[in-house]
């Protein structure tokens, strides 16, 4: 196999945790440096007397109840609990959260938060009944950890896909103007590129303001949260009081958890709800889009409506030219308008640069700051990312693992050139036959070869993703080969192509493990370091175009 044994590789997954800037998280620790800029005073939190870290908190009843017992943190896991800390005993998808109190009251807890009182309380502990549990752990940890996203300015961002490039975009022109940024979402907590990783996009509330907390006394003055539907629906970023609220668009995804479309749609606007004085700044080339325009202004709240098509729009991109080496338009605002040279690739990425541009013009930055922000960033890791190469080939990485994405990206890059494009992708082992279809259709017709390949397999194999895959593939206009190993699969990418083609990777972007099939463990896989290795081991002459 090329670039090494699995067993190596998975080794060394254990041993760097997956990403060269990756830090594990510990409450309280540092983070980063502070780049020369002064100190800010600590933000408050650390031991507070119980009734004031309950303020907000809707109880039902108590028992033993002991205002002034002293707490100093919150959790949701018996096995983090300990003394001064809350633990909030959560119903749970899998098992109920109140089994393991006596394991919290064990470990030293002596505050824990329930749906029901036990009939035999144990003594000296406080136990407070609430009618939802979920929706008490977000207030407790803003008050036990200081209520960080007060000192910082918040923004949030939803939507099926495009919020982790609308954050990054967003930072980016906010760095331009001095502003220290954490961005928290898929990717983890990152601060100037120093990543700490997390369990979820949107982290449990008790993790997510301690992070906030942390971040603030690190100096950070800007936090652009990705908000999932997952976050929304058990109120994990309850209370937090955005200035900036974003909608990128609604396609189908997650209906496993939500059920249906208009339960996935009324998920993500909670985000709106939660901020009705915040500035929606709301894609509307996309139908959810603009029913939540819609909907928000008729409770007039504020929403500043972005598109790439519709005349009326607020903020809006016109005279749209995109090649394979970057995007240009004209942002129209307030009858004002100013060209923007983007190094970003592909038609969403223009409506996600108006959302960010959104953002910063809600913030009071001008169309000109805006525009230098836009053109100072640069693309993020593995989101229709360029690799540069001196044999003049478009290689291109995407994080495209979604129907929905998979269509955009390989639709971006046909409209950037007329070369053939080979793409090399795989299939998520926990996605229903129906989608795994989907995706095998979108694939051959979106592309001249395939090369299909391994993806996070998890509990499925290959050949059990392939049933579903293959028939598609066979269908379509596209030719298509199976390469199991995804490292061979992207060696063989690069070598079949010839100076001016174009070579789209699909589905693991900045990700740099692998989850494979049938249980068999987690391995390391840097598709960065798979295309310099490919071409590295290039024969020069294999690059003629005359084959
Ligand atoms: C499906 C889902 O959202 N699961 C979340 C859920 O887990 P669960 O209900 O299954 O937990 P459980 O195993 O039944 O346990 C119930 C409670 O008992 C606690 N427990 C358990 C064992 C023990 O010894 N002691 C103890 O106290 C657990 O910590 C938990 O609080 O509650 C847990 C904490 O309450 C979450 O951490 C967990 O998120 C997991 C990590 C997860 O993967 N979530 C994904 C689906 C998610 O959140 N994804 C979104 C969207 C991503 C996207 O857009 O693609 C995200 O924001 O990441
Ligand atoms: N505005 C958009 N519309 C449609 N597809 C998009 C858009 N922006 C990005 N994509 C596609 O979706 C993929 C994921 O992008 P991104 O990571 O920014 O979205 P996300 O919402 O954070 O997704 P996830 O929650 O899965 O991480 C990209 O690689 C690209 O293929």
Redesign the pocket.
Known sequence: MRGGDRHERATSVAQDGGHPHCLAYRPGASIGGLAGRPAPPDVAGGEMRLADALEGVAIRETACFDPDLKVDSV?????Q?HPGAV???????????A??IP??IAAGSRVIVTAALPADPAPGITYLAVDDV?AAIAPISRNVYGRADERMRMLGVTGTNG?TTVAYFTAEILRAHQRRVGIMG?IGFDIDGEIIET??????APLLHSLLRDAANAGVDDVIM?V????LE?H?ADGIPFAVTMFTNLTE??LE?HGDMERYYAAKRKLFELAPESVAVIDIDGPWGRRLADEREATGSPVLRTSAADPLAGLRAENVRMSILCTEFELVYQDARRPVRLHWLGDYNVRNALTAAGAALSLGYSLDETVAGLEAAKPVTGRLEPIANDDDLAIIIDYAHTTDALAACLRAVRALSDRPITLVHGVLGDRVHALRHEMGVIAAHGADHVIFTEDDLKADTLEGVLADVAPALDAGPATWELIENRWDAIGAGVERARRGDILVIAGKGHERQLILGDGAGVIYLNEHDAVAEALAGRDPRALDPRG
């Open positions: 959790t949701i896991d018996s096995r609990a633990f909030v005993a959560v119903p749970g998808f899998k098992q109920d959260g089994r393991f394991a919290a979920r919020k898929t369990p979820n996009t949107t982290p449990e990705e999932s539907s997952h976050s058990l994990r995804d997650h958890l």
